[in-house]
């Protein structure tokens, strides 16, 4: 994969807090059109890289590109064809999920005809059209929904997706990978972490794994997987993502005589 | 009682209030802490504590001077702490405490020691610990009487202001509820200026209320302090009634569920209200930021408690100063720092802390495909909008109830006073927002959870306000109309300028904002 058709390359990555190393000289390219699961333990620095990648941090050094142009907090063109999905899902409490998804679609310019058409829809797809309830007051499961049609309103050309999955009951689910896989067909490409390997091994067409402190181990194609293949590394084949994943960040044991 | 996990959670608070010391900001902290602890000190031995019990003595009149000093304790500590939040903050939320092995009663009790033990209830039992002091070494009263009336006014002090507390709460979840608290804080409010005349010309009426006194905690603590033996006797046993019967409420209250407010709207969504509208006039690219921030002012019960009483605070204080100034045209000189208030008293605690209520989603400003300092203008612009919009009903009551023959100096010299205050309060709100960030809770009508910078911003302008027309006294007058003039220019020119340096220094800032609204730092 050459680097013109990368829709997101990270270049030499190191994101420091004080003295505390987080990302450590990352380079990885998303090719355009793929969905891209990017993986690694708790703390091993998956959402600083996201931060780096969507202007909520800055790197300490090295630099990130989408769609071919240099990325940074100012990159306002580009944050125009960028839909994101925080961990923290960044959802205004106060506000009903019609006025938060209005403000989000007027924010990215989008016509008044437009926004309330695509809120409308989206509302209606999701299951979310109780217009009593605040954003407070919906269930961890319904804000998920709101962020995620937050991330996509505007048509993003690149989607990143921290955790989107979890708490989504399984036929939200479902609907959003069918939503995500009709997305990269249309040559759109979708960065996603999650600690769900199993949906990720189906969902997924490549992946990269880091561990602490945000040191690449792996990336590639994890296609083969779906077709009964294995994934040849170290000199030995695994057949799952999760046996690869648990490989690279070390099996854990430790046995509590008590427990 | 299971006492142990109880001391292992007021351990874990003083750890908590510990590890904050170890940033920039915690350090100042310290140092302010420090700082007011030498003017504990001092107080203690001045007219509020030592000092008061010394007069007391001296005038011979020890339980009459007892009943005033702790009365003003009593009723400046609740009244101080419901309106400016001070000692108002939980440290765990009973849900919090659900997890460990705690009966309800514990963790009652495990909440409100630690409750207690805030700084700002220390500061007032350490004043009413200096009249006994006081009372002890100047006279022949008992020590131990004296400490256990203190102990109990001050536990029945901090309940009486957690049940008012938590019933305002509970107010503010109902529909009306807004409504309903500020016609009473108007009541409150106006009920010391429109009570003190009409007493002063009723002896009657005025022995009839001190005979009902009597049974209040304050004039119970100085019946207890101020007698001997078995006749201190009463007075403690009707505190000790008044802080049963005040948890016995707490607890009662407590247990019913805060119901949720739910929405005026039952079916259909509104797409451009008359929010959108009024944010349109910041042009297309603001606009939404602005509608945004509106609706986040208006949709917070603090809000919506402070700025209308704004209005009668502002009221009140002009009032009351200018009773207190004793010359011609007091009520003018007052107004001039009193009618200000309205310009920010509203807006104040999210202004000085844009992003302290918002947490996580301030990470939703750096999405957009805009410069993300512009959410900090547009936070900006709403407060100053709606803080404006209070001038002019504040300006007709003022030339409804100035002095006649109205000179239009006068009615206007308040009101330039306030565009002053606006600007200032905003502009530095603007810095405070960036450099003093606090996260805080959205959804709580009272308490102060502003930072040490957001508090000396707001409290430094309550205070000018407060002073301004005492510093003023007679030496101002309609002639100098002009005067108001150049600070108005240079408020506006300190807010243009803020506007500019706090987006240039945003993007600088974000990442110590996102570190501390996310509970990181």
Known sequence: ?259 | MNWKPMGALIGLRYKLMWAKTRSRGGKIALAAIGFLLAVLLAGVLTAGGVGAGILAIRSGQAERMAQAVLSHLFVTSVVGSLLLGFGMNSVFADAELRRFPLRERERFGARHFLGMADPFWLFVLALEAGLVVGLYVCGTYSFWYGAAAVMLLFVCGYLLTRLLGVWIERLMSTRSGSMVAVGLIMVLSLAPGTLTPILRKQPSLQAGILGVLQYSPPFAAAAAMTHQGAGAFPGLGLIAAWAVCLVAALVALERRPIARRQSARTAGVTWNGPLDRAAALFGPRMAPLVAHWLRFYLRNNRFRILYPFSLVLAAFLTYNIGLLLHVAGGLFVAALGGFPVVAFLGTSRIAVNQYGYVGGAFRRFFLFPTDPAASLRAGSYAAVLLSAAMIPPAAILWAAFAPRPLDPRVALMPAMNAVTVLFWFHGAGLWTSLYGPRRGDYDKALGNDLSLLGNIVFMGTVFACVALPMVLGPAVSPEDWWLTLPPAALAVAFYVASLRGASMAFLARRERLLAVLEGKA
Not at chain 1, 167 to 183: M, T
Not at chain 1, 193 to 211: G, P
Not at chain 1, 222 to 245: C, M, P, Q
Request: proline letters at 3%; charged letters at 25%.
């Open chain 1, 1 to 259: 994969m050459t680097a013109q058709s990368d829709a997101i390359r990270i270049i030499n990555l190191v994101k420091r807090y004080g003295q505390t190393l987080a990302v450590d000289d990352l380079s990885l390219g998303v090719p355009q059109g793929s969905m891209f699961g990017f993986l690694g333990p708790n703390g091993s620095g998956k959402s600083t890289t996201i931060g780096c990648l969507t202007g909520m941090l800055d790197p300490t050094a090295g630099s990130v590109e989408i769609l071919g142009s240099r990325f940074t907090a100012e990159s306002a063109d580009l944050k125009r064809r960028m839909g994101v999905m925080p961990e923290t899902l960044g959802l205004f409490d106060p506000l009903y999920a019609h006025e938060f998804l209005a403000f989000v679609a007027r924010m990215y310019g989008l016509e008044e005809s437009e926004v309330r058409r695509r809120v409308s829809e989206l509302l209606a797809a999701l299951e979310l059209t109780d217009a009593r309830k605040t954003l407070a007051e919906f269930s961890t499961g319904m804000r998920k929904r709101v962020a995620f049609a937050a991330a996509v309103i505007h048509s993003p050309d690149v989607l990143f997706l921290d955790e989107p999955f979890e708490s989504i009951d399984p036929g939200g689910v479902a609907l959003l990978k069918q939503w995500l896989r009709r997305f990269t067909e249309q040559g759109r490409t979708v960065f996603i972490t999650s600690h769900v390997l199993e949906t990720v091994e189906r969902l997924c067409d490549r992946v990269a794994i880091v561990t602490k402190p945000g040191k690449l181990v792996w990336q590639g194609d994890i296609t083969v997987l779906a077709g009964e293949g294995a994934i040849h590394h170290d000199g030995r084949d695994f057949e799952s993502l999760e046996a690869l994943f648990l490989h690279l960040t070390g099996e854990k044991y430790a046995e509590l005589n008590w427990l």
